[in-house]
């Protein structure tokens, strides 16, 4: 591995989560911008001090995580990003679950990059 991520210069891969009301809950910051989300998660929760994951509860997560115990990523193949959505409303269940996916992790995205 190496820090380049795919921009070309250094950068890090950093697992964060939050509450509904933004606060961080976890933060692993130091892995290569070029590693892999899955195993960046992998990592997180193997830890001892590792990511809590409460019974009943889910984090929503990226393309980049598969769907797993206490974890919701979109559905693969399936409209997500909102501008897909603009001129065109959800006609599956599918669709809309990704676009309300897509809704919440902007803002989540606005709220934590800003």
């Known amino acids: 591995m190496h820090p380049y991520g795919r921009k070309g210069y250094p950068t890090q891969n950093v ?3 939050v509450d509904f009301k933004l606060r961080f809950l976890y933060v692993l910051a130091g892995w290569e911008g070029s590693a892999h989300d ?16 409460p019974e009943g509860k889910y984090y929503l997560a990226d393309a980049g995580y598969s769907t797993r115990p206490g974890f919701i990523s979109p559905f693969r193949g399936v409209r997500y990003h909102l501008k897909e959505f603009s001129n065109n409303p959800p006609l599956t269940d599918k669709e ?5 996916h897509s809704s919440l992790r902007q ?4 709220h934590l990059v800003h």
């Open 15 to 17: 697992l964060a989560a």
């Open 38 to 53: 899955a195993l960046v998660l992998k990592d997180a929760i193997e830890r001892e001090d590792g990511i809590p994951l």
């Open 96 to 100: 809309l679950f990704n676009h309300r």
């Open 107 to 110: 803002l989540l995205s606005e």
